[in-house]
């Protein structure tokens, strides 16, 4: 993912991220919801996933702080081989001018956002090096932070790609699912009327049906193989291996494509 675009605030600073939710007016037990559009998405797919209160106040923090840092006295040019540079001009939380035609945030694809400049010459994108340039290399973080876990800790640590956070996603909300804690905090919330919607959908649905949504499968098959796939000894285990029936072909192919892009040692 190559980040979200910034609101430019007429300065070289920017404050707020037009693709990240806003940060709730006080901490909350509930997860805030975060869409995703389908042109940065795997499999071109518009998903709603959550995300945490802390982890949304800290990327919060990075954007008006470590973000503004990296992006004060830069200026960004897209490499030719990127396309034409795109201004970004009058830009609202339903997207922008760019090189004078409006379009929506959601529709522009991870090239397309590396081509972004804002007036101040520099890049909307939430990611940014120290030099001012976009980072998008995430799966560099990841092989680096693998092999350093194996020299220091645990020398069977296999290297992992970004796309290990969805499956460690997935594994945690379930649990959380089954174990009543998303219920019991809904059941809290829904008694003083804050999030009421989201608190309604957490305690009127099943676990298996919140976590297909999360995740954008069509089927709800699909995301008991994805989870039996992650890890067969654990929730689903039994009810996976006695099925007599496997999978039909979209099923199989959706939980296929979820492993596509898996880095092995």
């Not at 800790?153 to 956070?165: D, S």
């Not at 219920?183 to 919607?197: I, K, Y």
Request: glycine share 6%; hydrophobic share 40%.
């Amino acid at each position: 993912m190559t980040g979200g675009p910034i609101r430019s605030c007429g300065s070289n600073r920017c404050t707020a991220d037009y693709e990240v939710p806003l940060l709730p007016p006080r901490p909350t037990t509930l997860p805030v919801l975060f869409p995703l559009a389908r042109a940065i998405t795997k499999g071109e797919k518009d998903r709603t996933t959550w995300v945490h209160y802390d982890r949304l106040a800290a990327m919060h923090q990075y954007i008006d702080l470590d973000r503004a840092a990296s992006a004060e006295g830069f200026t960004w040019r897209p490499p030719t081989k990127l396309g034409p540079m795109l201004l970004v001009e009058n830009p609202d939380w339903e997207g922008a001018h760019f090189n004078g035609v409006r379009r929506s945030w959601r529709k522009l694809r991870p090239q397309e956002r590396l081509c972004l400049v804002t007036p101040q010459r520099q890049s909307p994108l939430v990611g940014l090096q120290s030099t001012g340039k976009p980072f998008v290399d995430w799966a560099t973080v990841f092989r680096r932070t693998s092999a350093r876990i194996r020299v220091r800790y645990e020398p069977r640590f296999p290297t992992v790609a970004p796309h290990r956070l969805r499956h460690s996603m997935a594994m945690q909300t379930l649990e959380w699912l089954m174990t009543g804690y998303y219920q019991r905090a809904a059941a809290l919330v829904s008694d003083t009327g804050d999030d009421a919607a989201m608190a309604l959908y957490l305690l009127k649905n099943d676990p298996m049906l919140i976590l297909r949504d999360l995740l954008g499968h069509w089927s709800v098959q699909s995301t008991e193989h994805y989870i039996a796939r992650l890890d067969v000894n654990r929730i689903f285990r039994d009810a996976y291996q006695a099925t007599a029936v496997g999978p039909d072909l979209a099923v199989a192919r959706e939980v296929a494509d979820e492993f596509s892009d898996e880095e092995t040692d």
